[in-house]
């Protein structure tokens, strides 16, 4: 056992002071400054990147302050953007290598880390650059933060919840982000029971006490869904008067989440008001939505219109999804486009069966086979900037070589 290890009560997955360097005689040093300083929960390991990224998966939460080690990294930026994938915007992240390069040094600070220190390292050097508590003393502004993601429907019923779940659970299971989602139905919507969780209410003592919140205060709201997936609600009596959540207060407590989670998503329960303006000026990215109907055609055209009405751009992901059969009397899909007057971004198919065991079997659709999961995954994958194409496979013939081909269009 390492004299870390010792130092620390808690397991390793819970460490918030981690450090990994490539060469033994640095291990020692951060040891030493570490135990002069008395910084609580704090491991440290030998590695390289490769090794940080496979640490950060087995925890249970990320910490606060990370140290890694690029001297050995032949392609150092490479690296730490695989880094920043495994690892959450707020962590404060400070990297130690062999090169006094300014250029390298600009580049990091572009990537949102907060310093970078050249070897040998020295316990000296270290108390220049990190506090008692293994943070930065002097940080530099923080540049990376997660994405607000606004999912918000055309109508009820059009299955809002569904894709907000179903977009969350592939992000955080399968991409292995870090994903909060908060339910912005006052008296509670589906989230919970598509998740296969328990009511999440902690979002009301939150914004109670937005102007005293501390990290493990916000991490105990959530009720956790995974290693990486975690639910937030407010879950209001329905009988209570004031059930409505105040716009203010949300805001600030997003901003301070963004710095936790590669992803906030948010499931918008109206389409109109207070909240839903604010919180459409606010996404980074927005899922729109709606069926083939003329009543959702309509308000289709008056949502992307105010999300068009923007200062500034963001991102509009417009969803047509087929919550039931198709039918004499149902609009198809080219004269839904007609209507609104632009091509949706993902059609997904009806498919009663999947959506029925999932929401109540569980697990999430996107989790299982057939074409609703197939769109809900390129639905998913598109919103983190990994769109797959999904187009039918090519018939048996067109796959065989074009020698044997031929045998079948001899005259």
Excluded at 106 to 130: A, Q
Aim: glycine share 8%; net charge neutral; proline share 7%.
């Amino acid at each position: 056992m390492s004299l870390i290890d010792s130092l620390s009560r808690q397991r390793p997955q819970n460490a918030d002071f981690l450090a990994v360097l490539n060469d033994e005689a640095s291990v020692r040093m951060v040891e030493q400054f570490v135990a002069e300083t008395v910084i609580p929960h704090a491991l440290v390991r030998r590695g390289t990147i490769a090794d940080t990224v496979a640490l950060l998966a087995s925890m249970d939460r990320p910490p606060r302050q990370l140290m890694v080690d690029v001297s050995t990294s032949a392609m150092p930026l490479s690296d730490l953007i695989s880094l920043a994938d495994a690892c959450p915007p707020g962590v404060s992240v400070l990297v130690v290598g062999e090169r006094n390069d300014i250029g390298l040094f600009r580049d990091l600070l572009r990537m949102g880390i907060d310093d970078y220190v050249v070897k040998p390292l020295t316990v000296d050097l270290l108390h220049r650059v990190l506090d008692h508590n293994g943070h930065p003393a002097e940080p530099v502004q923080q540049t990376r933060t997660g994405k607000v993601v606004l999912c918000m429907g055309s109508r009820g019923g059009v299955g809002t919840s569904t894709v907000a779940a179903n977009i969350a659970w592939r992000l955080a299971n399968d991409q292995e982000r870090r994903i909060a989602i908060i339910d912005l139905d006052p008296f509670g919507g589906p989230l919970a029971v598509l998740l296969g969780a328990k009511p999440a209410t902690g979002l009301q003592d939150l914004l109670k006490n937005i102007n005293r919140l501390d990290p493990n205060y916000v991490e105990r709201s959530f009720v956790p869904v995974g290693r990486r997936l975690f639910l937030l609600g407010a879950g209001h009596d329905l009988d209570d008067e004031d059930g409505e959540i105040p716009v203010e207060p949300l805001s600030q407590l997003l901003g301070i989440l963004k710095k936790h989670f590669h992803y906030v998503i948010l499931d918008l329960a109206g389409r109109g008001g207070v909240l839903a303006t604010a919180m459409v000026g606010l996404a980074e990215s927005i899922v729109l939505v709606t069926e083939p109907s003329v009543f959702a055609a309509r308000e289709t055209v008056r949502l992307t219109g105010l999300v068009d009405r923007r200062e500034t751009k963001a991102p509009l992901l417009l969803v047509v999804n087929n919550p039931h059969a198709a039918g004499r009397s149902e609009l198809g899909v080219p004269d839904f486009e007609d209507a609104i007057g632009r091509r949706p971004s993902h059609v997904l198919p009806f498919d009663r069966d999947t959506a029925g065991r999932a929401e109540n079997l569980g697990p999430p659709a996107v989790a299982g086979r057939g074409p609703l999961a197939i769109g809900l995954r390129a639905l998913a994958d598109d919103l983190a900037g990994r769109r797959t194409e999904t187009s039918a496979p090519r018939p048996l013939l067109a796959r065989l070589p074009a020698r044997i081909q031929s045998l079948f269009h001899r005259p």
